[in-house]
């Protein structure tokens, strides 16, 4: 089993910057991909950004330039630093780390609200 812990969500006006964070903890071992997802009300989850193991990105061509993922020491943690936050990037923010290529892990989730 694998936890997903994140935090760094919150209030912030449009144009403003925040910084999730989420650790993986357990048996970690055979993660491969590491990732942010939302949701916004009414929608879907939808993805936001992932980053391999080897360290490919991929980014949804909403947040492109504007969001960066990347993994902290260890390669148990990883980041999204959100920038030029617009209104339309409000929702619950999940964590998500794939295993071995077929287990799916999920974090609680974090609100990030932008008021514009």
């Known amino acids: 089993q694998v936890q997903l812990v994140e935090s760094g969500g919150g209030l912030v006006q449009a144009g403003g910057s925040l910084r999730l964070s989420c650790a993986a903890s357990g048996s970690i071992f055979g993660i491969n991909v590491m990732g942010w997802y939302r949701q916004a009300p009414g929608k879907q989850r939808e993805l936001v950004a992932a980053i391999s193991s080897g360290d490919s990105t991929n980014y949804a061509d909403s947040v492109k330039g504007r969001f960066t993922i990347s993994r902290g020491n260890g390669q148990n943690t990883v980041y999204l630093q959100m920038n030029s936050l617009k209104p339309e990037d409000t929702g619950v923010y999940y964590c998500?780390?794939?295993?071995?290529?077929?287990?799916?892990?999920w974090g609680q989730g974090t609100q990030v609200t932008v008021s514009s």
């Open positions: 998500n780390a794939q295993q071995h290529a077929i287990l799916n892990y």
